[in-house]
């Protein structure tokens, strides 16, 4: 398996060297974003991010892990189905930039407005579960624009089409159990978080 994906990944470097770079070009934007916020907006967002920390569990709650799973695992399933369309990369491309975005505002954002408490916050909520869902999302992006790529090439036929068909199902469906144990590491972390840090 470690040896598939390695030889995968060699031979597509392009195309995850460049979902790599649109993730840290969303990040920055991003990033950059949270100072372009007018003071009306940042009040906004920041009255209503203190009641969404006033509404997280601080004890294990079986259906907040369960959204945060659902949702990892819908997103998957969306860039599946994607990759299953001959024009389905320029989304998949969006969706990374999207979510490289919503990263690099909800760090800075969330650092800006709690400072020390806001840095290690980000660890626990944002960063942590990041080393997990960041590979699969760059993965399963990787492996939808590979595949619509091949079909709109049209090298794809008969038992090849059957065959890579079968592995991209394989693959996705690997990735989405890891998106889903990532959405319930993630919201392990949040109510860790919201404890130490008396939120």
Known sequence: M???LYDHIKQYWVIYLTLCCVFLAGGVFGAVGVGSLGIEKAKELTGFFNSLLGEQPTAID???L??????N???MAGIWVLGLTVIGAPLVYLIVFTRGFIFGFTVVFIIQLKKMMGLGLVLFTVLFPSLLAVPCLLLGAGLATVFSFLLLQGRMRGDFLKNNFL??????LLISIAALATGVIQGYFTILGARLFGL
């Open 167 to 172: 592995h991209y199902c394989g693959m996705a």
């Open 2 to 4: 470690k040896k598939m």
């Open 73 to 75: 695992f819908i997103m």
């Open 62 to 64: 079986t259906s907040f």
């Open 66 to 71: 369960q959204q945060l799973a659902r949702d």
